[in-house]
């Protein structure tokens, strides 16, 4: 990793946190589990890597945070790498405009949840990468250390037993498409993968790092190809249109990029053929989404006029 502290994307990011820190209003943690509800709103951190690795960053942008549902990202990419269109018959790729943990959809769909970011959907793609590699947490957390080229990443084990203690509603929801058939490993296998997953730790400079596949049209930070340029476009394509849940059109209307949170307050984006972005502040709006985060997002996208629009 390549870090330079005063080139070209620097001035945006140090405008941007300025900013950010004279912004008053920055929602609420997340408060289901103690680990998330105890976080400072008043964090912020920001960075962006060019595809070559090269990462820019500002305030906490090396503090590990949870990455929860941004690995929804990269679990689907890393078992689209491996079964292809198959995964679509049992996943949709519809916007729900529903809230991320939604169950309602999913009588009327035959257990076919809307897309592979609300959770019902993030179930079924981790259930199936488990089944095609017995471990889908790991898998995660190798290509995500790799990516970042950060070997201390690590999954944080008392936010996985936070998460199972509290973990009644994914737990329905992983019954609720086991009953339609469209579950494959025992629900309590997949919901420990699941919580595992959610868990991970990572910094905006990991995330943003892990992230450059999307933005190199599916190539890994080695050279070696994980999507092909169809699949990356895919995938950038359900972020824009479903990566913030019940949000998602507004956030393409302020960002106007691919983009997916997590409720520990993270947010990465993708500039195609250019860039990739993660804010982080644990601060959050009615639809689970980083207030500043979103907010820091829309400023580089209207300062560097780096948008998909
Ligand atoms: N662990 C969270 C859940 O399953 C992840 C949701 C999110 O980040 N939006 O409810």
């Given at each position: 990793?390549i870090v330079?502290?005063t080139?070209?994307?620097q001035?945006?990011?140090?405008?941007i946190?300025?900013?950010?820190?004279?912004?008053p209003?920055?929602?609420?943690p997340?408060d289901?589990?103690?680990?998330?509800a105890?976080c400072?709103p008043a964090?912020?951190?920001?960075a962006?890597?060019?595809?070559?690795?090269?990462?820019y960053?500002?305030?906490?942008?090396?503090?590990?945070?949870?990455?929860?549902s941004?690995?929804?990202v990269?679990?689907l990419a890393?078992?689209?790498?491996r079964?292809?269109d198959e995964?679509?018959?049992h996943v949709?790729?519809?916007?729900?405009?529903n809230?991320f943990?939604?169950?309602?959809?999913l009588?009327?769909?035959?257990g076919?949840?809307?897309?592979p970011?609300?959770?019902?959907?993030a179930?079924?793609v981790?259930?199936?990468?488990?089944?095609?590699?017995?471990?889908?947490?790991?898998t995660?957390?190798?290509?995500?250390?790799?990516?970042?080229?950060?070997?201390r990443?690590a999954?944080?084990e008392?936010?996985?037993?936070?998460e199972?203690?509290?973990?009644?509603?994914?737990?329905a929801l992983?019954?609720?498409?086991?009953s339609y058939?469209n579950?494959?490993n025992?629900?309590?296998?997949?919901l420990?993968?699941?919580?595992?997953?959610?868990?991970?730790?990572?910094?905006c400079?990991?995330?943003?790092?892990?992230?450059?596949?999307?933005?190199?049209?599916?190539?890994?930070s080695d050279?070696?190809r994980?999507?092909?340029?169809r699949?990356?476009k895919q995938?950038?394509?359900?972020?824009?249109?479903?990566?913030?849940?019940d949000?998602a059109g507004?956030?393409?209307y302020?960002?106007?990029?691919?983009?997916?949170?997590?409720?520990?307050?993270?947010?990465?984006?993708v500039v195609?053929g250019?860039?990739?972005?993660?804010?982080?502040s644990?601060?959050?709006?009615?639809q689970g989404?980083s207030?500043?985060?979103?907010?820091?997002?829309d400023?580089?996208?209207?300062?560097?006029?780096l948008?998909?629009?």
């Open positions: 990793v330079r502290s080139l070209t994307f001035p945006v990011l140090d405008r946190a300025d900013e950010i820190a004279q912004t209003t920055r929602g609420r997340a289901y589990i103690p680990a998330l105890a400072d964090r912020f951190g920001m962006v890597a060019e595809l070559d690795g090269t990462v960053g500002v305030g906490d942008w090396r503090q590990p945070f949870s990455a929860q941004i690995t929804k990269f679990t890393l078992d689209l790498a079964e292809a995964l679509w018959e949709g790729r519809e916007p729900s405009g809230p943990n939604s169950l309602v959809q009588e009327y769909e035959n076919i949840p809307r897309n970011f609300i959770n019902a959907g179930l079924v981790t259930d199936r990468l488990h089944t095609r590699t017995g471990d889908a947490a790991g995660l957390l190798d290509f995500l250390r790799t990516e970042s080229g950060n070997d990443l999954i944080d008392d936010v996985a037993a936070s199972a203690a509290h973990g009644d509603r994914n737990a992983g019954h609720f498409m086991a058939g579950i494959d025992p629900v309590p296998v997949l420990d993968a699941y919580f595992r997953q959610c868990s991970v730790a990572a910094s400079a990991d995330l943003a790092l892990a992230t450059g596949f999307l933005a190199r049209h599916g190539i890994r050279g070696s994980l999507l092909t340029q699949q990356a995938v950038n394509a359900v972020m824009l249109t479903c990566g913030t849940y949000a507004e956030f393409a302020r960002v106007g990029l691919p983009g997916k949170s997590g409720v520990g307050g993270g947010v990465i984006a195609p250019r860039c990739t972005l993660c804010a982080w644990p601060g959050l709006d009615e989404n207030v500043a985060g979103v907010a820091a997002l400023r580089f996208t209207t300062l560097t006029g948008s998909v629009f």
